[in-house]
T-cell receptor
Framework: DSGVTQTPKHLITATGQRVTLRCSPRSGDLSVYWYQQSLDQGLQFLIQYYNGEERAKGNILERFSAQQFPDLHSELNLSSLELGDSALYFC????????????FGAGSRLTVL | AQTVTQSQPEMSVQEAETVTLSCTYDTSENNYYLFWYKQPPSRQMILVIRQEAYKQQNATENRFSVNFQKAAKSFSLKISDSQLGDTAMYFCAFNYGGSQGNLIFGKGTKLSVKP
């Protein structure tokens, strides 16, 4: 157990729907990162939050949004889902704002039918 | 922009032998971090080893060691005494070390350890 908790582990939904993925960082970590892993794009950085504020943005679609709450857990919201959004979504956390000590969760597998 | 290239999509090695996975990167930064992550069939991303660019000494972690060539922008991973449990995808990753950071990953190398 890495200490980073992601729910749900698996999610199957239909095109056009909206889902929320949840992440609890490792105790004491202030930064949360979201990554998408798909077969064609590999591991892509989506977004980073540090202590409740957006810190860095990567290849995140406008249909996706995220936030980090005062208790430091984070949610990734995916809306108007398309088949191509099927992927493994990882959350990772780090103690500070830098990514040199990153711990990953087990991932949430999203399947869009 | 920083890029990470892993030129070996797949490799295999016999149990107990040694294998080296290649990684090259491109950056104009001078201070940065390099990583190797392992992703077994369980999907979990597990940190194998980390190297700070300012350190000349190559990092080692038990059976895992790196050959870091800063001038050549090369960062290879050597696995000694390969075990069946080493079968996994291996990703090389880069972080420039700033306060606003994220990891840039290579496409990965699928390693199979054969009995």
């Amino acid at each position: 157990d890495s200490g980073v908790t992601q729910t749900p582990k698996h999610l199957i939904t239909a095109t056009g729907q909206r889902v929320t993925l949840r992440c609890s960082p490792r105790s004491g970590d202030l930064s949360v990162y979201w990554y998408q892993q798909s077969l064609d794009q590999g591991l892509q950085f989506l977004i980073q939050y540090y202590n409740g504020e957006e810190r860095a943005k990567g290849n995140i679609l406008e249909r996706f949004s995220a936030q980090q709450f005062p208790d430091l857990h984070s949610e990734l919201n995916l809306s108007s889902l398309e088949l191509g959004d099927s992927a493994l979504y990882f959350c990772a956390s780090s103690p500070n704002s830098g990514a040199n000590v990153l711990t990953f969760g087990a991932g949430s597998r999203l399947t869009v039918l | 922009a920083q890029t990470v290239t892993q030129s070996q999509p797949e490799m295999s090695v016999q149990e107990a032998e040694t294998v080296t996975l290649s990684c090259t990167y491109d950056t104009s930064e001078n201070n940065y971090y390099l990583f190797w992550y392992k992703q077994p069939p369980s999907r979990q991303m597990i940190l194998v080893i980390r190297q700070e660019a300012y350190k000349q000494q190559n990092a080692t972690e038990n059976r895992f060691s790196v050959n870091f060539q800063k001038a050549a922008k090369s960062f290879s991973l050597k696995i000694s005494d390969s075990q069946l449990g080493d079968t996994a995808m291996y990703f090389c990753a880069f972080n420039y070390g700033g306060s606003q950071g994220n990891l840039i990953f290579g496409k990965g190398t699928k390693l199979s350890v054969k009995p």
